[in-house]
DNA sequence: ATTGACAATGAAAATCATTATCAATAATAG
DNA sequence: CTATTATTGATAATGATTTTCATTGTCAAT
């Protein structure tokens, strides 16, 4: 393929490739954070200061449709985004989250376990409820250690 | 234990019983769907017309806390919540969300062959990372049929 | 039963992430 | 290169959640 992996799936769903989708796309690919809006955005800005906020918005939303980005809520009242990585991949990993202080750790712990269950659940689950599954997402809810001593 | 087991959660972590909470808990017991905080709301009019939607939301902020409720965010804007059920009871149960018009669908298959896995995984992650685990949540985000459709 | 300390409440205003509107601009087909 | 649309950006609007603060309720100790 001639286009990067995201640029097909853009096309192939009808839309135009553009400067902003560029932008967020290459924001996204260098960094490893949970990103949210509001963090795409001030950084689009040192690339290219005539982006709107509303168009990473718009954006984003897009990308969650034809599966290019994940997006997280963690319960902090707003969404953090990430692009989608490959489940067999090192990079994928899953989240344990402080209901206090909303404190995100990455964990990629007995993620080669998982993956069997993961693939069988997804596909069964396609089939029976006729959804084209595009990712998913294992969260652990609890209290981290400082919110424990409070 | 002469109190029910949320009762017990609220004094052992100090905090009072007051009547709002307990309207807050009869209705999450009484439903099977994913309430609101708007929802919960309403229906608590009902029992008593004086509560406030600010306590509302502290309530469940509260009860999130002390591990007695679950709260989800499907990326509809507003969070959902719902009493912690026991994963080895039938109520236990996993989400598949679609990510264009939000539509959330219940399934509990594989949920037996998963639950070795969570509970391996659990004790591990709270040694780990020091957390005190309280519950856990599995998204798979998609397509539905309508919306493939579009 | 009464009281005092302080947790909890409710009403209203404030906050803040996200979305709608709409005229201007840019990307592709022909 | 031009026409046709998708896309954009500025702004205003929306709506869920939080903050503030004066009032009230809970519970342990009288």
Known sequence: MRYPWWQHRLY??????TNPRQVVINILKNTDKHLSAEDIYVDSLKINSSIGLTTVY?????FQQIGIV????FGEGKARYELIKNPIKKEHHHHI?????KEIVDY????????????????????????KILHHTVH?????SKCQAT
């Open 108 to 131: 990629t712990d007995f993620l080669n376990e998982e993956l069997e269950l993961i693939n069988k659940t997804e596909k069964a689950l396609s089939e029976k409820y006729q959804f």
């Open 70 to 73: 994940q997006k997280f809520d």
């Open 97 to 101: 989250i402080c209901v206090k202080c």
């Open 12 to 17: 192939k769903a009808g839309y135009r490739l």
């Open 140 to 144: 652990f809810y609890g209290m981290c």
């Open 58 to 62: 718009r954006t984003l939303d897009l």
